[in-house]
């Protein structure tokens, strides 16, 4: 065996990459924010008061094809929710007489809601636990918008998409 020969040693298997080789350097980013949604979506929010009918809020759900609206006073504060479940079991309960109630009668009145740095992970682990799909977001004391579990899936969806791609490029090249 010629001198200079070296038995492989642990030290030689340990595989070296740059950092910018590894993959999750490659595709890791900052966690995703409502803001990104926000962005996207825009930020109505669609309300009624309390005092509004249920006729009025089915209404404003079909014209404007959304499945929850938000109840504010005459100041603007928040109120509470009121989504297309509340008024669905409503009609169960009191068939035939639920029209003509009152928003405040039906309503959620303690509401979750989120602000526009949270991020979206932490967002769907609320709604999934809540078991609720909407959620306002509040900004310095006032509503920035609402967001749903579709638009967090969707959003969520089109990042693992682009982050699969990028995958695949760095293994393609
Ligand atoms: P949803 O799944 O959003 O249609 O709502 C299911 C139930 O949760 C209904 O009783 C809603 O009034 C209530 N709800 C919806 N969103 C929220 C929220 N952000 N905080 C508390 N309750 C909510």
Partial sequence: MPS?????????????????????????????????????????????????????????LRDKRI???????AEG???????????????????????????EDVMTVNVEVCAPDDPLISVLRRMTEGRFRHMPVVEDGSLAGMVTIGDVVNYRLTELEYEALQLKQLIVG
């Fill in 67 to 73: 499945g929850a609206l938000i109840v504010k006073d």
């Fill in 77 to 103: 504060n928040l109120q509470g929710i009121l989504s297309e479940r509340d008024i669905v079991r409503k009609l169960a309960d009191t068939p035939g007489q639920t029209l003509a109630q009152r928003v």
């Fill in 4 to 60: 200079s020969y070296q038995a492989p040693s642990q030290k030689d298997k340990k595989q070296v990459s740059t950092h910018s080789q590894t993959p999750e350097t490659n595709i890791k980013k900052e966690a995703a924010t409502v803001r990104k949604v926000l962005d996207q979506k825009g930020s109505d929010v669609f309300a009624l008061r309390p005092q509004n009918t249920l006729h009025e809020a089915v209404e404003l």
